[in-house]
Structure formats: structure tokens, C-alpha cells
């Protein structure tokens, strides 16, 4: 019996022990750090042999193959070693892969994917298909493969996830757009990053389709460099295609195999300039699977945003509070000022991934009152920001944040959580960062 061992006991590992335990292989779970209770219960219920808190490395390296984790570097010791003595090492993404055979479509993007994710799982569901959410979001891809059956997979699909994929086939890819992030997962060079996002379109055959958008130049710059088999369809909100998605005077048009639709953009629910490309992105997709123009209508008009992206929590005595806690990166941070009609207090600041703040400068310039930091470190902020803003004050936890934009914002503002980095300095994820928001926001 082939030997494989999980590293990390998150949804993403557990899922994948499960799958391993059920496929029939020896499989052992290691994690640097408590497992929660859930986890714990349900490796048991699996008896599946775990440990917590340590590597045992005599247990590890023994292996024939290692599932990693997305949130461990390569350049983790124990992973190192193993990439050393040659034992392959894959993600939860590419093991579940192996043993499902449903059409996948699979969205990456440094920004609008977990929207774009949601919004065509939400469409394919409202039509009836018999279809499952995973990857990046939701339950483990590899445990639904493991206890359920699904006809079609929606995955979002974070560069970690695909650093891992080697033989693993997207049938639809959706690439919405690159710009610098998590630069300190690779070397801090971008060609790295870029090279893990265009992973997505690996072993697609001339039937397959790839969505990207021909508006993102890093995306554009690099198209031609890498060896693409399946159709390309472009997105764009500055010229027509004619195979693809386009707006123009106020209407979105999507053509795919000789079939149309079009309908005007201000009837999306879904508004602001990065939020076309994903629901272009959806209705194109829609249009794939032979979804009816009016399947795709109903669930563009009727899909309400997901939690932590530009969520409105409560408006406090005139001033309204938003939640976009996802917002982990410059590029979501710059989309949600964007989108802000009315003065803002901006709440900023957590684990930097070594970010260059200057594409933010015009509309902090424009647009921002205020800027409360909540972080442990927030040099970076303040000096960025310091000649841009009159007010920056600092905080160390949701509930000192909101108060302190609450005693800094005036009737008719927007208090917004856009936080522009990782959340691990103070939270234990963007979620928790979130909840901890909009429960501060509800006690005001």
C-alpha cells in the first residue's frame, strides 16, 4: 500500500486525507499547529493517524508522494528536504483531479475571482446542473470527490494551488487579470507569479476554452510566450471581439460559436469597472455550457456580492461601513476606491506582502478623509501615506479601528475595510478580520 502524507490540516489537507484513506492508501497528516476541533473529529471519523503541533520527520519522508498545503512555501525546511530526496510533492488540486472525471471550470485572477467563482456556480446551480463549489472557497475539492458525485466543478484556484497541478485539466479557465501580489512567495519577482497564474491553462486541448482578459497588459505581454492549445476568448472593456465578451455604450455583449447575448450593464448587480470583467467572464462561460440567454439574465440581475468583497454592513448615524476584508492586495484595494462616490475613511494595513502602494496615491488623494491602520507593523502606511492624507492614526484590533474611523467620519462618508494586505498579524484569516469588522460596526 502506497504511502502519502498530508501537510497542513486545514479544509485543504483534511479533504485531501479523506480522499487518500478512501482511495486505499497509507495516509498520515502532520500540521505545525493545533488542529480545530472539527478537523480533529473528522480525521478520527476517518481513522485516519494525524499529529499536531511538530513535524515528525521519520514519519514524513517515508512517503511515496506529499499533498502540501497551499498557505507552506517550498521553501519550508521539511518541504525542502523532501524536494532533496526527490519524493513528489502535489497539491490537494491535482490529487482530487486524479480520481474525478466531471467537466471543471477553474478561475484565477489577482483579483474578482472568489465573485466570478461564486457568480457561475450560482448561474449553473439556478439552471438545475448538478454542480460543486471548491478549490479556493468553500468545502475541499478532494472531499466532495471523495463522498459525493458532481457532474461539474466550479474551482477558484489561488497561484499556491497551482504551483502544485502538473497533469491536473481545466475544460474552461478563466485568467481575469495579474498584478503584482504575494511577491514574497516568489522571490519577489513578478515573471514567478505570472508563470504560477498561466499554470492554469497547462494540458487544455483545442476543445477547451481560456476566458483572459485582453484589457490586463501583464496577462497580454505574456500571452504569446506560452504555448496555449485551447481557444482563446477574450473579455474586454475597450474594444469589440468578436469571440468573447465586450461592452460598449452601456451593454454587454457575449458571443460564443455563433450565439449572442447582450444585455445593458447598468441591470448587473454586480457594478464597478472590475466587476464587469467577472460577470463578462460569467455570462461567457454561461454561453460554454448552453446556458439559455434568459438562465444567464436571472442570474446576473439576482446574484447578491459575497461576504468580505464590498460588503455594505450597517449605515451608523449617516456614514455607511464596508466590509471588503478580501481586499488583500493594492490591485482589490485601488478597485474598491475606485467604485466610492462619496468621502472615505479608509481602514488599512495588516501583514505586508511587499507592497508598492504608489498605484493608490491619485485616489487616496481624491477620495480619502482618513486613513486608521490595523496592523502590528504600520511604518509602511505612514510613510506612503503621510503627505497624502491629514490624518493617520493607528490601531491593533477591529473594534479600536471602527471606533476610531466612526470618531473621524462625518454624515454622508463611507467607512471602508480595505485592508490591502494579509491578515495573519491580527486575525486568523480576511474572514475572521471581517466578522470581527462588522461585529465592532453593529455594536457602535
Known sequence: MDRIVVLGGGESGVGAAVLAKVKGFDVFLSDMSTLSADYRQMLDKWKIPYEEGGHSWDKILNAKEIIKSPGIPSTAPLVAKAIEMGIPIISEIEFAGRWDKAKKICITGSNGKTTTTSLIYYMLKNVGLNVGLGGNIGRSYALQVATEHFDIYVLELSSFQLDNMYDFKADIAILLNITPDHLDRYGYDLQNYVNAKFRITQNMAADDCFIFCSDDEITIKNLNQI?????????????????????MGGRMHVGYAGDSYEMAVSD?????????????????????????????????????????????????????????????????????????????????????????????????????????CLGVDNRKIHEAFEDKVDTIVDTSSAAEAVQAASSLAVEGDTVLLSPCCASFDLFKS???????????????
Not at 504555448?227 to 468578436?242: C, F, N
Not at 484595494?333 to 505586508?352: F, H, N, Q, R, S
Not at 480576511?430 to 457602535?444: I, M, S, T
Open 430 to 444: 480576511y474572514e475572521d478580520r471581517g466578522r470581527q469588522f462588522k461585529e465592532a460596526v453593529r455594536n457602535l
Open 227 to 247: 504555448v496555449i492549445k485551447a481557444q482563446m476568448l477574450p473579455i474586454s472593456q475597450e474594444k469589440e471581439v468578436t469571440e468573447g465578451a465586450y461592452t
Open 268 to 372: 448587473l448587480t454586480l457594478q464597478g469597472k472590475h466587476n464587469i470583467y467577472n460577470t463578462m467572464a460569467a455570462a461567457l462561460t454561461g454561453k460554454i455550457m448552453n446556458i439559455t440567454n434568459e438562465g444567464i439574465r436571472k442570474a446576473l440581475t439576482s446574484f447578491t456580492p459575497v461576504e468580505h468583497r464590498m460588503e455594505k454592513v450597517l449605515s451608523v448615524g449617516g456614514v455607511l461601513y464596508v466590509n471588503d476584508s478580501k481586499a488583500t492586495n493594492v490591485n482589490s484595494t485601488w478597485y474598491a476606491l475606485e467604485c466610492m462616490t462619496t468621502p472615505v475613511v479608509l481602514i488599512l494595513g495588516g501583514k505586508d506582502k511587499g507592497n508598492d502602494y504608489s498605484p493608490l496615491f491619485d485616489l487616496v488623494r481624491e477620495k480619502v478623509r482618513a486613513i486608521v
